[in-house]
């Protein structure tokens, strides 16, 4: 079953660096997604993605976050400076079908 | 933008009994999809389950099955024959279809210990 990869699983960074987060979507599917979710918190969504282009982005996704598409396979998302309270898990997802979600396994990202 | 409540923060249920994890959600749409995903320990987020709004009849997978009443606002999951691998997060989602993203709103979790 086709799967969506994150790398890594486990980053720790400095506050104040600078993150990518790195995702492979299913190859035929179009929309991608990241998703945050704070420890022992609701999953909330950060920003949608279609046709090299953004197509929704939450209030959490302000101007420090950024999304890319840069090989027509890998979906990263970047943090220009990390701030402790962007510890959470990120999950990438890419949908093919109206319904067909696939999320990928997470990363970890811890800000000391 | 959708609201989406789970009511029950931790569940509690012995090997091979039923649980039943209750889901609310508030929306004027007509058309809908609705989910139900478990997060084990690992943190990946698993599908259990579907339902499309403009269907009657309840969803259901294996040991899982929803109550579906649309006009109640009202989503909750089964889990039927509970086993240890069941031990996991349960999260409720709402998308509708009608927006531009299909993005997915979610509950706050309902926690869900299986005990042997």
């Known amino acids: 079953e086709p799967e969506v990869t994150q790398t890594p699983s486990h980053q720790v960074t400095q506050m104040g660096q600078e993150v990518i987060l790195r995702c492979v979507p299913i190859s035929n599917h179009l929309y991608f997604y990241w998703y945050r979710q704070i420890l022992g918190q609701k999953v909330e969504f950060l920003v949608s993605?279609?046709?090299?282009?953004?197509?929704?982005k939450s209030e959490i996704f302000d101007d420090q976050f950024s999304v890319e598409r840069p090989d027509g396979s890998n979906f990263t998302l970047k943090i220009r400076s990390t701030k402790l309270e962007d510890s959470a898990m990120y999950f990438c997802?890419?949908?093919?079908?109206?319904?067909?979600?696939?999320f990928g396994s997470g990363t970890r990202l811890t800000v000391v | 933008a959708q609201t989406v409540t789970q009511s029950q923060p931790e569940m509690s249920v012995q090997e091979a009994e039923t649980v039943t994890l209750s889901c609310t959600y508030d929306t004027s749409e007509n058309n809908y999809y609705l989910f139900w995903y478990k997060q084990p320990p690992s943190r990946q987020m698993i599908l259990v389950i579907r339902q499309e709004a403009y269907k009657q009849q309840n969803a259901t997978e294996n040991r899982f099955s929803v109550n579906f009443q649309k006009a109640a606002k009202s989503f909750s999951l089964k889990i039927s024959d509970s086993q240890l691998g069941d031990t996991a997060m349960y999260f409720c989602?709402?998308?509708?279809?009608?927006?531009?993203?299909?993005?997915?709103?979610f509950g706050a979790g309902t926690t869900v210990t299986v005990r042997a």
């Open positions: 989602a709402f998308m509708n279809p009608r927006s531009n993203d299909y993005k997915l709103s």
């Open positions: 993605f279609y046709n090299n282009e953004i197509s929704e």
């Open positions: 997802a890419s949908r093919g079908q109206i319904y067909g979600y696939t």
